[in-house]
């Protein structure tokens, strides 16, 4: 380490060593402590992007791992979770059949098959995941992601938002990175709320319903888009950025209320009930049966146009979750609630601990608010609420105990205080 001097200089910032922390030397040169931490943080974003998975390389997970990850974080939903992993892993063979090697002799009747691009549909009651499957497929392939919300879109040259601003944002999040852009995913939620709501032909335009499925198709399929690179309006004069979107997997999502009745319809159950004793299990669209009997010309009937639907052809329906699936949603993925509280408390010294009766009760208020996991975070919330206001002043408890009745008449939780030792 060099002497404390003001006359040895930095010979990268030409700082003296008065003005930094440290100054190591070298043969005939120093570096302070500054521009070490500067190199390092250069070091490591390089190291980082190079290690980066390549889905042009040959190191595309196998469906079986992509399932294995999504297990971390996502509970239940097993025969979506498949679906998923067949048809990202299929996409990005796909991709990396397109640009880096062929894998066929010439002879081979195989060479000139092309394969077609395999968007995905996700079918299932708010609450059940789908936005979740999308954002953990988008971290498990480490590639851009988006998400949009279907019914703000509208036809170009109408007041909302352009389809293709969709692909700005995913721009934005690749860090305007085209060739990251164009392999990243782009989840459009609410994709049932654009569908047609009347078979009849209507004189006037339908900018946000049929109007935008006509608009999604050509990105959907694949095509180079002009995307203005500070969003807004487009005119003459700006300057573009092309991106290709035959590459982008789209992943739509939506609740499709309603669509039960359309297959029971189709099957002649009319006056079959969703708690009918002896057929109920073919009534529901979420059951595994009821998932098997769901057809095109259903999402036909429904809204969408027969162009939208086969640009999505792997089509995954989701379950609503049960009262024991919601309380491991609590307990059991990587990042689950109560493992967030948990950690949150213990950055203040107090140990949480959930009793089960207390996550039953949890998971059945959830259930009655009718909107899934999605109603789990904002009941901890009011739970923990006045808890994470007190504790972190004081320096009494050493352990909280949430039980049933605090989930239910809101009894204060067990509160554990700390054992003061005798000043010596």
Do not use: W
């Amino acid at each position: 380490m060099a002497k404390p001097t003001n006359v040895t200089l930095c010979s990268f910032c030409g700082k003296s060593h008065s003005e930094v922390n440290r100054m190591i030397s070298g043969p005939g040169v120093y570096i302070c402590d500054h521009c070490i931490e500067l190199c390092k943080k250069i070091m490591d974003k390089e190291l980082a992007a190079e290690a980066k998975t390549d889905i042009g390389s040959s190191k595309i997970p196998k469906p079986a791992e992509i399932y294995a990850e999504m297990n971390k974080y996502i509970i239940g939903q097993d025969s979506a979770k498949k679906s998923l992993s067949v048809g990202v892993h299929n996409h990005y063979k796909r991709i990396q059949l397109s640009e880096t090697f062929n894998g066929f002799d010439e002879d081979d009747e195989l060479r000139d098959v092309e394969l077609e691009k395999s968007n995905l549909l996700l079918i299932g009651p708010t609450g059940s995941g789908k936005t979740l499957l999308a954002k953990t497929l988008a971290r498990i392939l480490d590639v851009p992601f988006c998400i949009a919300d279907a019914t703000a879109l509208t036809e170009a040259g109408y007041v909302g938002e352009d389809v293709e601003s969709i692909i700005l944002r995913l721009l934005q999040n690749a860090d305007y990175d085209v060739e990251r852009a164009e392999r990243g995913i782009i989840y459009i939620d609410e994709i049932d709320k654009i569908g047609r709501t009347t078979q009849n032909v209507s004189i006037t335009r339908d900018v946000s319903g049929e109007g935008v499925q006509q608009a999604l198709l050509k990105i959907l399929e694949g095509a180079t888009c002009n995307v203005p690179p500070q969003g807004g309006r487009k005119h003459p004069q700006q300057e573009y950025i092309q991106i290709k979107t035959d590459q982008i997997l789209f992943i739509c999502g939506g609740a499709f209320v309603g669509l039960d009745k359309i297959v029971q319809r189709r099957h002649g159950a009319d006056s079959v009930g969703f708690n009918h004793s002896q057929n109920n299990e073919s009534a529901d669209l979420h059951s595994e049966v009821g998932a098997a009997q769901l057809e095109p010309e259903d999402l036909l009937q429904f809204g969408l146009i027969p162009e939208f639907i086969g640009r999505l052809p792997v089509t995954a329906v989701l379950n609503e979750l049960t009262e024991e699936e919601l309380v491991l949603v609590l307990t059991q993925p990587r990042n689950a609630l109560t493992k967030q509280y948990t950690k949150l408390l213990a950055m203040d010294g107090v140990k949480l601990k959930f009793q089960k009766e207390a996550l039953k009760a949890l998971a059945k208020k959830s259930i009655e608010r009718g909107t899934g996991a999605r109603a789990l975070r904002s009941l901890l919330e009011d739970l923990m609420r006045d808890l994470m206001y007190d504790l972190p002043s004081r320096s009494d408890v050493s352990q909280v105990t949430i039980n049933a009745a605090t989930v239910e008449s809101g009894k204060a939780p067990s509160l554990k205080k700390t054992s003061r030792k005798k000043a010596a």
